[in-house]
């Protein structure tokens, strides 16, 4: 199995999948700036990165190959003369740099780094104000000005980007095709540079089928696409996720050319508030005929069906009064699914262990998933249930709001 696309379910054989270590954008974490980078609290960098490791040490003890995001974009930088220059420049258009001065200072600064590798950790990482040469000769402006004195403060000049370990969220792998998300804030949007510069140059995935681009008008993030089989597709209506991408992008994929597989799109919408961010942290797929739910969901969902219209290029849609389990089961073929409760019939458990993604799953093969440690409550509901659980330590990596689901962007799953 060389490069290439293949995920037509949520639980197939995972063969390949693509995470991002955390590094250094943990370490320019500060209070004051927890809420515009979507943190809550900063993680242990040092335990965050060894929980990481023993993450992909799982994958890899389950015969699943482990690509880094951070890899891939260095690959496809050196692949093509003119990529490194034009991720440059597109990173610092996206990054908000005031002042020319400033903006030379920056781009001195990339240009010196030895490797393709590193410049795309500098730009995860973000810039501090101490790290630039920025001389009174320099000041061309009173941009230029603020960014001296902030230097002498050590202060940031570009935001990092610590959300990027999330790597389920910047672009999603839909059958053989790749959806290019527009991320819904400010803070996570450049991560849409590094898919989009992987699947233009990267020699493994070059020429992979769009179903979405980044510079839609729309919100559309990962978390809210779940890939239920090589026909239907199920899509959260979200904090972050809007209904009007939700079109766009059904209607490339049911009348995509190459044909993307894809006959029916669920657009499942949830309350927008943080505790239920994504579609993927009130239920995953972890068995055929097994899904963990967040209790607090059921009944309140409004799911719409969108298939293809009588002419070319119409989608139709209609709204399915079934419950959640009806619907699941119907989208895969199956007379019926089993919801396994996260935290079960205790609802404080329930809300603790949904917040630390007890219902983020991620399905090695059907029936044996990948799940925080801490969720024990669940975690031992769902052993009882007869699933295979993968528990991995989540002190420091669950303070970023996501789970192993969340963390990770299958690329390569068997057929079932």
């Known amino acids: 199995m060389a490069g290439g696309l293949h995920v037509h379910s949520e639980i197939g054989e995972l063969r390949r999948v693509m995470l991002h270590r955390p590094a250094g954008e943990l370490l320019n974490l500060s209070p004051d700036t927890l809420g515009p980078l979507l943190f809550d609290d900063i993680p242990f960098l040092r335990v965050a990165q060894e929980e990481h490791d023993a993450f992909a040490g799982m994958l890899r003890q389950e015969g699943v190959e482990v690509v880094y995001l951070e890899d891939l974009v260095a690959e496809a930088l050196d692949a093509h003369p003119e990529a490194r220059r034009a991720f440059c420049e597109r990173w610092l258009d996206e990054s908000g740099v005031d002042g020319a001065g400033v903006r030379s200072a920056v781009s001195e600064l990339l240009d010196s780094l030895p490797t393709s590798r590193a410049l795309v950790d500098k730009c995860v990482e973000g810039v501090r104000a101490d790290e630039l040469d920025l001389t009174p000769s320099t000041h061309a402006s009173l941009a230029d000005l603020m960014a001296l004195s902030a230097g002498r403060m050590g202060e940031l000049v570009i935001d990092p980007i610590p959300n990027v370990y999330f790597t389920r969220d910047t672009f999603s792998v839909i059958g053989q095709g790749v959806s290019h998300n527009r991320m819904w804030s400010a803070t996570r949007r450049r991560e849409s540079i590094f898919g989009d510069f992987l699947f233009a140059y990267h020699p493994d995935y070059a020429g992979t089928p769009s179903w979405y681009s980044s510079d839609q008008p729309y919100h559309i993030e990962g978390g809210d696409i779940l890939v239920l089989s090589a026909e239907c597709v199920g899509i959260g209506i ?173 690329f390569w799953r068997e057929d079932l």
């Open 238 to 410: 979200s904090e972050r996720t809007q209904a009007a991408g939700i079109d766009a992008l059904a209607k490339r994929l049911l009348w995509a050319e190459p044909d993307s597989g894809v006959r029916r799109v669920l657009a499942f919408s949830l309350p927008h508030k943080r505790s239920f961010m994504h579609l993927d942290t009130v239920f995953t797929q972890a068995d055929v005929d097994i899904f963990t739910v967040h209790p607090a969901i059921l009944g309140m969902l409004t799911v719409f069906e969108l298939t293809r219209g009588a002419r070319v290029g119409e989608v139709s849609i209609r709204q399915l009064d079934q419950t959640l389990d009806a619907i699941l089961a119907r989208a895969l073929g199956l007379d019926g699914v089993r919801l396994i409760k996260c935290g079960g019939d205790d609802a404080i458990a329930a809300a603790r262990e949904q917040w630390n993604d007890g219902s983020n799953t991620l399905a090695v093969r059907p029936g044996t998933v990948m799940v925080y440690q801490r969720n024990v409550v669940t975690n031992d509901i769902l052993c009882r249930e007869g699933l295979n659980l993968l528990e991995v330590p989540s002190a420091e990596l669950s303070r970023g709001r996501g789970g192993p689901h969340c963390m990770s962007m299958a």
